[in-house]
């Protein structure tokens, strides 16, 4: 992935998108190849069915670049929580954040903002120039329109949870973000005021909706559909936003398409097999990459020598560097569930954590692959969703089980964790920091809920109405674009 050096302030404000930044990938039978390199978007791009294709490849380098969804936006999820302690060291990506304290000015926050504006930027210049071709038939034009639909529903997502308020605050009436569904291929309509959090969420649901009914059940081998969106992928990330919306019965009725039997959760369709791994460490072996490309994979992000992002905001750099796990035995989840997760050689979640670091990203090449969603996810999501909803317990508490069996086949729920509504939400949610710990969810299972940020060290708790519980609106946005703070709805 190209690197770009951090005095060019432009690039933090992709909204005027003279660029498409297209990283062209070639195309490999068995797995989405990243290998890039930049081009601007032209006619000469969209001669033959192999070059669409590779601006296709290039939507997903730009999402999965290593200042959003392939590494940094999982990092900024867990540093903002208490699960983590800076062992100092690093002043530059970190350390404003784990505090706190992401000023406007700060790259972390120009970097996210930008990329995830390329994206979408990107997607549109997209949508708009293969809609008109005709060297491609209408069922493959479909399918990558639906793509391109999925990856800008994927960035908006991102971050509207990040610079806007949580959903609950106001129904969704609060300022959201600058929505842009047409390419700017220039540098000019530079200026757009923003719409409100529920028009973001609205489009992001539009989107991924056309891409359930365009994309296909499946591609040609399991890499590729654990790669690229498919039908599933569109499903399972309907359920993660329905979930921070606070539409229960919506992720139930999402979910129950993706987990028709919640005791025995198996998803197939075409040459597609979404299901637990037998082994939750084979995901993220350095040693058996094959595995992360596996069933349990509804989409992941792969890496390799020629797009890896370096040491600065690889989740296996921060974690096995600059921060270690919190020893605190009410923050943090691994310390108050040592005995029986964290240090219990029955549950192969223990694997992850040595000492005081945590290892579930390994590769000190930094060639992890990032997962983007994980069936596992989507059966808390359910079981969360049905344990809210539902006075009937029985499938919550049943999906709760099957991932906690997966790990620890031997483990039994005591009664009161589960005995009624209240007590087995809060089992649930724990359990999801066990399971999805690492990947980037803490904080934002916080906001949706409305819950503080807590405490950490020197580090004070951040209340759901501090200004800081969400991040600012960039200062390369704001110098550039005259009406990003014009939000009069």
């Given amino acids: 992935m190209k690197r770009y050096n951090k005095s060019v302030r432009l690039f933090g404000v992709i909204l005027s998108g003279v660029f498409l930044l297209a990283n062209l990938a070639s195309c490999s039978d068995d797995v989405l190849d990243t290998k890039s390199e930049t081009k601007i978007l032209s006619g000469d791009s969209w001669g033959t069915s192999e070059q669409i294709l590779a601006q296709v490849y290039g939507l997903y380098s730009t999402i999965k670049d290593i200042r959003f969804y392939g590494g940094a936006y999982h990092v900024y999820g867990e540093l903002r929580g208490e699960e983590f302690v800076t062992t100092g060291g ?4 970190g350390t404003a954040i784990w505090q706190q304290n992401a000023l406007a000015s700060a790259d972390q926050v120009s970097f996210v903002w930008a990329v995830g504006y390329t994206t979408i930027n990107n997607a549109n210049l997209f949508i708009d120039a293969i809609t008109p071709s005709t060297v491609i038939n209408d069922e ?95 499903i399972a990330l309907k359920t993660r936003v329905y979930l921070v919306k606070g539409e229960y019965d919506k992720v139930v009725t999402e979910a129950a398409k993706l987990v028709p039997d919640p005791s025995n959760p198996v998803y197939t369709a075409g040459a597609v097999t979404h299901r637990l791994e037998s082994s939750l460490t084979n995901i993220f072996s350095t040693t058996n990459v094959g595995t992360y490309t596996g069933p349990e994979a509804i989409l992941t992000f792969p890496f390799n020598n020629d797009d890896k992002g370096g040491s600065q905001r690889s989740p296996a750099y921060f974690y096995n560097t600059y921060y270690t796990i919190n020893d605190d035995p009410i923050a943090s989840i691994v310390r108050k569930e040592s005995a029986s997760v964290f240090a219990n050689a029955s549950d192969s979640r223990s694997n992850f ?13 930094f060639l992890d692959y990032i997962p983007a969603i994980r069936y596992a996810e989507v059966l808390l999501n359910y079981a969360e969703a049905s344990a809210r909803t539902s006075s009937d317990l029985t499938t919550a508490i049943t999906l709760l089980n099957v991932v906690r069996h997966r790990s620890n086949s031997s483990w039994t729920f005591d009664v009161a964790e589960t005995s009624d509504k209240d007590v087995l939400v809060e089992t ?58 014009n939000f009069n709805e």
């Fill in 90 to 93: 690093n002043t530059g990506d």
């Fill in 353 to 365: 954590v040595k000492g005081n670091k945590f290892v579930k990203y390994q590769n000190t090449s």
């Fill in 140 to 234: 493959l034009k479909k399918n990558y329109i639906a793509e391109a639909k999925y990856l800008r529903a994927y960035a908006y997502f991102g971050l509207v949870q990040v610079y806007s308020r949580p959903y609950w605050d106001g129904n969704g009436s609060k300022r959201g973000l600058p929505l842009r569904l047409t390419g700017n291929s220039a540098f000019t309509n530079g200026d757009l005021a923003p719409v409100s959090v529920g028009k973001i969420y609205e489009q992001i649901l539009q989107d991924l909706d056309a891409a359930e009914t365009d994309l296909p059940e499946s591609y040609s081998s399991a890499a590729l559909y654990s790669t690229r969106a498919h039908k599933a992928t569109a």
């Fill in 428 to 485: 649930i949610l724990n359990e999801r920091r066990i399971e999805l710990f690492g990947e980037g969810f803490r904080v934002f299972d916080l906001s949706r809920l409305g819950k503080t940020l807590p405490a950490k060290g020197t580090v004070p708790s951040v209340e759901p109405d501090f200004n800081n519980y969400v991040w600012p609106i960039p200062a390369s946005e704001a110098s550039t674009n005259l009406l990003i703070n």
